[in-house]
């Protein structure tokens, strides 16, 4: 398979789990892509990682002088994926939207926190990793939003499916994937941080992908809307300040766990067509499931 192969397989896997009802628009993510490495490279053999930054790429060097390696792939986005990182945060507008907040509120609320996040990555050195790639001539892509929109479709089946009445069987459910499962053997598994683990789960609303956190001021209108329970990635200390008193319930399922998981069903779907050797590191582990 060659690496513009591989790439051209993440958007189109990604699209199919976008959350957007117009998935014909789509034909990037600004927060994924080749980051160096010539197109026509063939690629069978990678290091994962949830980040891959200079230290990693030294080790994929050295394991590449060792024994081989194709490619560095990070799940988080690194040089100009990263600078960009904040152009994927309009499909949180569908997210909302979806759960029942108006339109023109779910607009003004992601256009303020789109503007924010783009002032925060500003002053970031983000080209750094990919120097030391382009200077290891090694191959270094990132695949963040496609990965994310993988574990918010899952997700979203299995709690559909499963059903959880109140808000503590979901982290029952959640520790059923294997994800979850080393999580918690890990000491980082999934938790209730606001709310009864015996209320009612309701209407849940899953942020699970579109770029980071969103906006501050969204929880009202999600309760509002008829949202119950908030099953998230990871929540800031700033964003947990004002979802406490909203009325909602959160569960935090993880944040490298969650990501992992949607790698891992990415990385699956990739593996039907072209036979892949992944080397886990910075805390990915590799999962496959049938």
Sequence with gaps: MKLSEFYNLVVRFGKECDPRSKKSKIASYADSGILYGRPDTAVSKLLVG????????????????????????????????????FNVMRLQVDLLKNAGVSLRVAKGLLDERMREVERRLAPANHMRAVD???????????????????????????????????????????????????????????RIIIGNPHRPVGEVFLEMTGGTEG???????????????????????????????SGLSVVIAGHVSSDTLGLNLLLDKVEKRHSLTVISCSGFRRFKRK
Excluded: W
Excluded at 72 to 81: F, V
Excluded at 146 to 159: R, S
Excluded at 217 to 234: N, Q, S
């Design 132 to 190: 030391a790639a382009r200077l290891l001539k090694l191959p270094f892509m990132c695949v963040h939003t496609p990965a994310d929109n993988h574990a918010a479709y899952f997700l979203k089946g299995l709690l559909d499916k499963k059903k959880p009445r109140t808000v503590k069987d979901i982290i029952t459910i959640l520790l059923e994937e294997p994800e979850y499962q080393l999580a918690e053997k890990e000491s980082m598994g999934p």
């Design 50 to 85: 949830i980040d891959i930054e200079v230290s990693e790429l030294l080790l994929a060097d050295a394991i590449r002088s060792r024994e081989g390696l194709d490619l560095a792939l990070s799940h988080h986005p690194e040089g100009t994926a990263y600078a960009s990182l």
């Design 215 to 245: 906006p501050q001021g969204v929880y009202e209108p999600l309760y509002k809307a008829g949202a119950r329970t908030i099953v998230a990635m990871h929540l800031s200390e700033e964003h947990f300040k004002k979802v406490k008193d």
